[in-house]
């Protein structure tokens, strides 16, 4: 789950991290009284789960309150790449001496945690890491041990920070690394980190990625589950528990298991097609999972025929066929569908599906002709 | 010959008394697995159609002489489910549950490596290993899988997995043991590992692998196979045309900042001699043809 700025802010604000101090909201008149409060020159930013606010016109510094007035109402219902800004935050402009990088991520490879520090900050760190490698810090952490003070020292002057930035970079780093692992984040990011002419250190944004799989531990994490982008046809497969991507074409795909599912969208492309969704209906193919995944991608317009590929393991083929034909019962469906039944009581399940078949149901044996025939109806 | 499990191989069941853990349990051992005992504090004394239950893994493997164990916890208690099976002694833990915070995986995964390194795990998030016709831990279908050899089988998906197995079971290949390491970002047990334990099976010929996009495991396998495997290895990387950035049904299955693409992995894979399929049944046929030269 990616927070938006201003819920990543409040993330680390609330393991003690400095940051700005601002506040959210959806309404201009608001957006003025916290300009007022917080004191100027203040910053308006687009709250938008995508990059390239600065570039759009997003993020805007604000003199005084006409200004403030001004950027907000111009921000506010903004398209950002498709994405439009339904809310801003509002911070007290800093005085900016220094820009750093400091990220905690999982290192797939080391199985360990990886920390990330450069002076080199305000820029993709991708760019970093291509144009000038060295200017990065890596630490790797132990899990069970965790980030000790001495380590994270000697990994700040790594680095090779401004000294008078030591101290507070040192604090920021070990409340981040608390944040990351207690928070159970994917991604604790911080570009810029700056060092103010003042002396201090402060967190001037905010990228936080945080594992769904933690929700059991954050019950308060649901709040950000809600605001996650998902087009109309993703919320509507959230709302029923599917394991569902939009993509942009016009085959249809449900699969069981999300490897099979991947590898359906592959094979559908492969044969000069374009799928219009992933989507994983999980070990099973009862009627009333495979009925909601048909009503999903029903609704989708762009949707021209579907593809049904099934692989029947500890769920028998005649189950999967059964199922089918429920689902087909209970929605009413626009397009036509291939079914491809392979696996477990393959024979069995094709044969409860054969007196069924019509030009709006079809059987193919293999998954590369029912590909072939989906993209055909598809056309 | 077989890797990491056989017929003689006794297992404790942790989460025996729940639903799946009692459907495949059972499933397990209808199939010949030595499914010797079940663990759970509050059930302790009774039993699950003759598996007896146990307070503790300790106390099961104490009673019964089990040296593995097959986890069906839900997730928020896999941590310390897996902690208790590797302090039993264990050596090897598969854990079926899906859901697992990455964190507590690699918690886990280094504590265990470091602290109780005769113990592997395997999972989380994955369908176990099956032995066709000596054993069979977790939620495999055991019909699907010829016995025999000469093929070994690693995998990172479910289902993919199974039309493996399938695939080689319609072309009449025997299988020595079909490992499914799992679909998230720190699983127990890597693909390296696997290759390695086939390459030392005598009864292994050759190595079919089938991998998906996200992280680096495929590209630091086939840089093993380059330099370890004497073996054939042909293989599939599912979501050649997956959108970047999008997360595909697997927490490990994500493309990001151009990392982790199929092309990447085909091509590393590829470089290191493996004959790469474009869809499942492709790679099954290759798999057909390295056995029929091996005669």
């Known amino acids: ?33 916290i300009a007022d409060r917080v004191g100027y020159p203040v910053v308006v930013k687009a709250q938008v789960h995508t990059g390239g606010r600065g570039k759009a016109g997003g993020v805007k510094l604000a003199e005084n309150a006409d200004e403030a007035r001004e950027h907000a109402s111009n921000i506010l219902g903004l398209d950002i790449k498709g994405h439009i800004v339904e809310q801003i935050w509002v911070e007290h402009a800093s005085d900016i001496a220094e820009e750093y990088y400091a990220s ?90 700056i060092l103010k002419p003042t002396g201090e250190v402060h967190a001037l944004d905010a990228k936080v990625s945080l594992d769904a799989n933690a929700i059991f531990k954050h019950p308060d994490y649901e709040a950000y589950d809600a605001t996650q982008p998902r087009d109309e046809r993703e919320k509507a497969a959230h709302e029923k528990g599917l394991q569902y991507v939009g993509l942009t074409g016009s085959v249809g795909v449900i699969a069981n298991g999300a490897g099979l599912a991947m590898s359906t969208v592959d094979v559908v492309n492969q044969v000069g097609g374009a799928p219009a969704n992933f989507l994983d209906i999980g070990g099973g193919a009862n009627a009333e999972v495979m009925a909601n995944a048909l009503t999903v991608i029903n609704n989708d317009p762009a949707v021209k025929s579907i593809f049904i590929n099934i692989f029947g393991g500890i769920t028998r083929g005649e189950e999967v066929a059964n199922g089918i034909i429920e689902a087909t019962k209970r929605v009413e469906i626009d397009s036509p569908i291939v079914i491809r039944l392979d696996g477990t009581n393959a024979e069995q399940g094709r044969e409860i599906l054969q007196p069924h078949l019509s030009e709006g149901l079809l059987m193919e044996d293999t998954m590369l002709s029912a590909a072939r025939r989906a993209v055909e109806l598809a056309k | 010959m077989s890797i990491f499990a056989d017929e003689n191989t006794k297992v404790i069941y942790q989460g025996l008394t729940g ?134 089988i690693v995998s990172r998906s479910g289902t993919l997995t199974y039309q493996a197995l399938y695939e080689l079971q319609q072309k009449d290949i025997g299988v020595t043991t079909c490992v499914g390491i799992g679909g998230d970002p720190v699983p127990g047990t890597s693909f390296i590992d696997c290759l390695e334990a086939f390459e030392a099976d ?15 495991a495929e590209e630091e396998a086939a840089e093993f196979i380059k330099n370890n495997m004497t073996k054939p290895v042909a293989g599939y990387i599912a979501g050649v045309t997956a959108p970047p950035g999008k997360k595909m049904g697997h927490a490990g299955a994500i493309v990001s900042g151009g990392k982790g693409t199929a092309a990447a992995k085909i091509e590393a894979l590829e470089a290191a001699g493996a004959l790469m399929g474009e869809n499942p049944t492709e790679a099954g046929e290759l798999m057909a043809k390295i056995v029929a030269e091996l005669a």
């Open chain 2, 202 to 216: 005598p009864e292994t010929k050759a190595v079919m692998m089938i991998g998906e996009i996200g992280g680096s």
């Open chain 2, 19 to 152: 639903s799946q853990g009692r459907y495949y349990g059972l499933l397990n051992r209808e199939y010949g697995t030595q499914v010797v005992a079940g663990t759970n504090p509050k059930k302790a004394g009774t039993d699950v159609e003759g598996i007896p239950i146990y307070a503790t893994v300790a106390e099961a493997k104490e009673a019964t002489g089990a040296t593995a164990s097959c986890i069906f916890i839900p997730a928020p208690f896999v941590k310390a489910a897996v902690m208790e099976a590797a302090e039993a002694g264990l050596e090897l833990v598969v854990v079926i549950t899906e859901g697992v915070p990455a964190h507590d995986e690699a918690y886990f995964f280094n504590k265990v490596k470091q602290d109780f390194p005769g113990t592997r795990i395997l999972g989380p998030n994955c369908p176990g290993l099956i032995s066709p016709g000596k054993t069979n831990i977790g939620i495999t279908a055991g019909h699907i899988a010829k016995p025999g050899g000469p093929v070994g």
């Open chain 1, 1 to 33: 789950m990616d927070l938006l700025e201003f819920q990543g802010k409040q993330f680390f604000a609330s393991y003690g991290i400095p940051v700005s101090d601002g506040d959210a909201t959806t309404s201009v008149d608001e957006a003025v009284e």
């Open chain 1, 104 to 193: 905690f991520t999982l290192d797939r490879s080391a199985k360990q945690h990886l920390g990330m520090l450069s002076a080199e900050g305000g820029v993709e760190i991708e760019t970093v890491a291509d144009e000038n490698p060295d200017a990065i810090a890596k630490i790797h952490i132990d899990p069970v041990v965790g980030l000790t003070e001495q380590q994270c020292r000697d990994w700040v002057e790594a680095a090779n920070l401004n000294p008078n930035a030591t101290e507070g970079a040192v604090d920021i780093l070990m409340k981040l690394y608390t944040a990351y692992v207690e928070g159970n984040a994917d991604l604790c990011e911080i570009n810029p980190l």
